[in-house]
């Protein structure tokens, strides 16, 4: 069994920050990429930074210079610093990884969200 659990959601101002954290555990032979998506009311799910294993980051337009991803391949953890934040970010911010268990091949495992809510 695979487990991804959040943490680091909350409420924040507008131009604040927030830093979420994802921890993967159970029985995992390898993560390959690892990030984060949002989804917003009303809205579809979009992917807002991804981490390889080798640590090439990749991040939506709208985030670019503001949120930072990294990670920690001995932890198992992803981490996303979110800076300057914006009241059209609020959302349930989900975490992914895309992994092999000790058996079997590479899927796309996910937690189970956390509220990111920023006020004007």
């Known amino acids: 069994q695979v487990q991804l659990v959040e943490s680091g959601g909350g409420l924040v101002q507008a131009g604040g920050s927030l830093r979420l954290s994802c921890a993967a555990s159970?029985?995992?032979?390898?993560?390959?990429?690892m990030g984060w998506y949002r989804q917003a009311p009303g809205k579809q799910r979009e992917l807002v930074a991804s981490i390889t294993s080798g640590g090439s980051a990749n991040y939506a337009d709208s985030v670019q210079g503001r949120f930072t991803i990294s990670r920690d391949n001995g932890k198992n953890t992803v981490h996303l610093q979110m800076n300057s934040l914006k009241p059209e970010e609020t959302a349930v911010y989900y975490c992914y990884a895309t992994l092999k268990r000790n058996f079997g091949g590479w899927y796309d495992y996910w937690g189970q969200g956390t509220q990111v809510t920023v006020s004007s």
């Open positions: 159970g029985s995992i032979f390898s993560i390959n990429g």
